[in-house]
């Protein structure tokens, strides 16, 4: 202040002329004139976004500058898994937020995480409208989700349809070194499946490193990591050599059995079972010839046919019969075996060789698809697998008998219960244990039965997947039959239960 009053005041120094004192104060409040501007200018764009953003701070990633609802047209199981990442959402131009906002701040304030994450869902679907290009589409999202394919173009993209499902379909994308697969959901199998729990079970499983990665999902389905593997075939899983297939899948089991997930460890083999049944009891087709092939299935009685096996599998009852012994005495190998297969552990319930890759390079199988996984009885689960091996033409000269499934238990234990292993090895017991524990499998074989008939009449009627699914019902009804007679109950009846199945 004492040098601008000295500016503007006459009391110049006597050693400086008129004519410089004039130039030295125009050429100071010209200075200061321009520094005031400069700080007014800076202070305003400051407020301004449009202003403030340079050009390098527009670049967003590629799929998330497009509008969702236009995703450009360019038409023209697993790799291994890929690095964890994260990828940033953001609203397109053409979207509520205006460009004018779309500043470094919004992006962060809407950013999303998908990896792992089964709350996320990203915001389209896949074949929307009748005019979608499917695989266009597919590669949207991957484009969207995928920060490691952020560099990709359409064009460079291939799409390959993977068989063997015949609940969802699958797609394996290849861009240069790189694979993923993306899964889209069944028609109407939300109505068998909950999504969101299998959603949080396969993120939990990707988090382990027991899954292949969870790197998101979309409205109809989802993205996973590729393995370079092949599924194996229903003779695959009891093959000895010269690959022991069945003592990695029996390991493999083992382990799973063992894990602890912090969901819902109810058993849901009754409650799902129940559900399949109320479902299929609804079903009715507009095609005479479907509906006389329901007809012909006699609902009504098998549905009697699982209130008796769901009362035959109560631990009450199915761990105090054996068909080697009377009522009442079973040694002490026999109660710890049935004890043993009662046991509530996380569960696939679908151990199918289709949900169950192998490398010729690895020592070991890569269980996958949990779509069913939920705490259950471990006997269900391995006698499920068991089943399979009959594969979908229900070949029941292929089910395991006792020395065949006893491979498979000795290599499980050393897996689900080393320490059981060791002491029936110590003490001589294994045989023992092995034959009242394939007892209990052989039980809860009939449930596997009933359990996939009844699924398959609800995707009788709601899948578009070209399959019988009737047909295959039927199978599972007639084995659910063989395997009955294999357990010597050919009345259908037993100690304890007042259930009567007869037609």
């Known amino acids: 202040m004492k040098f601008w009053n000295t500016l503007t005041s006459n009391n110049r120094p006597n050693s400086i002329s008129d004519s410089s004192w004039q130039i030295v104060t125009f050429i100071t409040l010209t200075a200061c004139s321009l520094t005031a501007a400069s700080v007014i200018y800076i202070y305003t764009n400051a407020r301004d976004p449009k202003a403030s953003i340079s050009p390098q701070s527009k670049r967003f990633p590629r799929a998330a500058r497009r509008p969702i609802s236009k995703l450009a047209s360019n038409k023209t199981h697993h790799s291994e898994q890929q690095p964890r990442f994260i990828y940033k959402y953001v609203k397109s131009a053409d979207s509520p937020m205006s460009a004018d906002h779309r500043t470094t701040s919004a992006v962060k304030s809407t950013a999303i995480q998908y990896l792992n994450n089964p709350n996320a869902c990203y915001p389209f679907t896949v074949g929307e409208t009748e005019d979608s290009d499917e695989f266009d589409d597919i590669k949207s999202v991957v484009l969207a989700l995928c920060s490691d394919w952020k560099n990709a173009l359409k064009d460079e993209i291939q799409v390959k349809i993977v068989s063997g499902g015949i609940t969802n379909q699958l797609y394996r994308l290849i861009w240069m070194d790189k694979s993923l697969l993306v899964r889209i959901y069944g028609e109407n199998t939300e109505i068998l499946i909950d999504r969101q729990t299998e959603n949080e079970i396969f993120a939990k499983l990707s988090r382990e490193g027991f899954a292949p990665t969870y790197y998101g999902r979309f409205k109809n389905g989802r993205i996973e990591g590729w393995l370079n593997a092949d599924p194996l075939e229903p003779e695959d899983m009891q093959q000895i050599e010269p690959v022991p297939l069945v003592k990695y899948v029996a390991k493999e089991v083992g382990k799973m059995h063992s894990m602890q997930l912090d969901i819902d460890r109810t058993p849901v083999l009754w ?19 479907k509906q006389n092939a329901l007809n012909q299935l006699n609902l009504a009685l098998w549905s009697r046919k699982v209130s008796w096996v769901q009362s035959f599998l109560s631990p009450d009852i199915a761990c ?4 080697s012994s009377q009522v009442g005495k079973i040694d002490s190998i026999t109660k710890e075996a049935n004890k043993f297969a009662m046991d509530v552990v996380f569960c696939h319930n679908d151990l199918l060789s289709g949900n169950i890759l192998y490398n010729n390079a690895w020592k070991r199988v890569q269980i996958i698809d949990y779509e069913y996984g939920a705490y259950n009885f471990r006997a269900f689960d391995i ?15 292929q089910y395991p008998m006792l020395d065949q499934q006893s491979r498979f238990f000795d290599a499980y ?34 449930a596997s039965h009933v359990f996939w008939a009844f699924w398959a009449i609800v995707q009788a009627r709601y899948s578009k997947i070209d399959f019988d699914f009737l047909n295959y019902a039927q199978k599972r009804f007639q084995a659910f039959d063989q395997q009955r007679k294999l357990l010597s109950f050919d009345g259908l009846t037993h100690s304890g239960s007042n259930h009567s199945i007869q037609s």
């Open 383 to 397: 006698a499920n697998h068991f089943c399979e091996y009959c594969g979908f033409d229900l070949d029941l000269s």
């Open 320 to 323: 105090t019969m054996s068909t």
């Open 413 to 446: 234990l050393v897996t689900a219960a080393p320490e059981l292993y060791e002491r029936l090895h110590l003490h001589n017991h294994e045989k023992s244990f092995h034959k009242a524990f394939y007892e209990m499998i052989n039980k809860f074989a009939m």
């Open 271 to 289: 409650k799902k079972l129940n559900q399949f049944v109320q479902l299929a009891m609804e079903v009715h087709f507009s095609e005479p010839e």
